[in-house]
């Protein structure tokens, strides 16, 4: 099966400053990695996913990016604010029957006014 | 928009009792999911539901039975609470099983079983 490592666990920034949180996966038949910001208390949202078939995608301050090639994608967010402050998880999925998500352990994101 | 609503939010359960959580969806989604979030270790796939008549196990299914009442709810049960079963359950659902598209989550009900 998948198995997705995420790193770091806990990451602080200046708000301002730049996060990258950066995940790997173990199967090369992946081919859907979603991230997801989960807030306090709250579930898990998408804020942002990427295909196998691309190498980039962004959307206003945050970007994914994907390296096939070495497994591994990473989210950055710039400019980060107070608000961006939470835990982060990516995840992984193999385009088979069902599309199983494995999500890697979290990042908790704080931003420092 | 409701989008996917658990209840209940928090629930203390004592050793041995049995307890039912709910989830329903309004986006006419076929597939549903149960994950439990647990420090650290991400969230594990407990049982999922492909469609309406349909419940398979997850990852980490001991302990717990489901139910896929109708399109819109899909429940989970504990028949006999242990304090390994402490933790974050979040239920979550998708437009199709077979397609690659994201899962939409609940916000979760707190259990803890002393």
């Known amino acids: 099966g998948e198995n997705v490592e995420q790193h770091p666990s806990t990451l602080s920034v200046q708000e301002g400053d730049s996060a990258v949180i950066k995940c790997t996966y173990s199967?090369?038949?992946?081919?859907?990695f979603p991230w997801y910001k989960q807030e306090l208390g709250k579930g898990p949202q998408l804020i942002i996913d990427?295909?196998?078939?691309?190498g980039e995608k962004k959307d206003q301050r945050i970007a994914v990016t994907l390296n096939k090639t070495a497994k591994h994608f990473s989210l950055h967010i710039t400019e980060t604010q107070p608000e961006d402050s939470a835990v982060y998880f990516c995840a992984a999925t193999l385009n088979n029957a069902g599309n199983m998500l494995t999500f890697g352990g979290g990042t908790r994101l704080m931003v420092k006014p | 928009n409701a989008g996917v609503t658990q209840t209940p939010k928090f629930q203390v359960l004592k050793t041995g009792q049995s307890m039912t959580l709910q989830c329903a969806q309004d986006?006419?989604?076929?597939?549903m999911y149960w994950y439990r979030q647990d420090p650290g270790m991400g969230l594990r796939l407990i049982y999922y539901s492909a469609s309406e008549g349909t419940t398979d196990k997850g990852e980490v299914p001991n302990g717990y039975n489901v139910s896929r009442l109708n399109k819109r709810e899909f429940s989970l049960r504990l028949e006999s609470a242990a304090p390994s079963q402490t933790s974050v359950y979040f239920c979550?659902?998708?437009?199709?099983?077979?397609?690659?598209?994201?899962?939409?989550f609940g916000d979760g009900t707190r259990l803890s079983i002393l």
């Open positions: 199967d090369s038949a992946s081919n859907y």
């Open positions: 986006m006419n989604h076929n597939s």
């Open positions: 990427i295909r196998s078939n691309v």
């Open positions: 979550a659902s998708r437009e199709s099983f077979y397609s690659n598209q994201p899962q939409h």
